[in-house]
């Protein structure tokens, strides 16, 4: 028989195709399930404290969370659910080491990820991010405002670059146990207070000019992530 003629019986199969249009149908709601428990996985810690929940089962519960969480989003579930299934004995012998190794590589991630992109974004031969975020909302841009994004887009790399350093600096040079500000929501804290400071300031700074709404810089970045 030649290659040309045989056709899987398991691929191309009603029962097969039935499966995969099945499994299409509650894509979406597997990834919803997955945010809330990415969500949950925030929260987690917090209550395990204030209910003076043991340690080990509470890092059992926020990897859970975590690895579900990933796997939903994802949909590799062959490669996130041993993951998680191999933290699970580490957590319960050693949770509080394991719950300081899962926040410090979160906030690694969160952090080098946008930082990367918006230095490489001021590398020669390419357009500063925030320049070309604001050229997609705007149909042209005056020459202040490229030179006020430019330098926007500058603040932001140090900012997060900064950020990544602060609990190594703070470890070295601060108080006591002030290197895990960062970590426990100073930074995200700290970033909120810099966007809305940022934002009445552009407004002074830049005049005559359509600004655009937080809303639509919100969706705008959204739909470039």
Same mark, same amino acid.
Request: glycine share 6%.
């Given at each position: 028989? @030649? ?7 398991? @691929? ?9 249009k099945?499994?299409?149908?509650i ?13 949950? @996985? ?16 509470t890092?059992l519960?926020?990897l ?5 969480? +990933? ?12 993951i ?12 509080t080491?394991l719950?300081?190794i899962? +926040?410090c ?8 990820t ?51 350093l ?5 470890w ?6 002030a ?16 966007? +809305? ?12 000019f359509?600004?655009? @709404? ?12």
């Amino acid at each position: 028989m @030649s290659d040309e003629k045989f056709v899987s019986p398991v @691929s191309h199969s009603p029962a097969h195709a039935k499966r995969a249009k099945g499994f299409l149908a509650i894509t979406p709601l597997l990834r919803k399930a997955g945010l809330a428990l990415l969500v949950c @996985s925030f929260i987690v810690p917090r209550l395990g404290t204030l209910c003076g929940l043991p340690p080990h089962y509470t890092t059992l519960t926020l990897l859970f969370c975590q690895g579900g969480g +990933v796997t939903l989003l994802t949909q590799k579930f062959r490669l996130w659910v041993p993951i998680t299934a191999a933290t699970l004995l580490p957590a319960w012998y050693w949770p509080t080491t394991l719950r300081l190794i899962d +926040v410090c590589g979160l906030y690694t991630l969160a952090l080098t990820t946008p930082a990367w992109v918006f230095i490489c974004s001021l590398l020669p031969k390419k357009e500063a991010l925030i320049t070309k975020f604001a050229r997609q909302i705007h149909d042209g841009l005056r020459p202040d405002i490229m030179r006020y994004t430019y330098c926007l887009t500058w603040f932001w790399s140090l900012f997060f670059v900064l950020a990544l350093l602060a609990p190594l600096i703070l470890w070295q040079y601060g108080p006591h146990g002030a290197w895990q500000w960062p970590l426990n929501g100073g930074t995200f804290a700290l970033a909120v207070i810099c966007g +809305v400071l940022e934002y009445g300031l552009r407004r002074l700074v830049i005049r005559n000019f359509k600004h655009a @709404s937080l809303r639509t810089s919100i969706d705008l970045f959204r739909k470039q992530a």
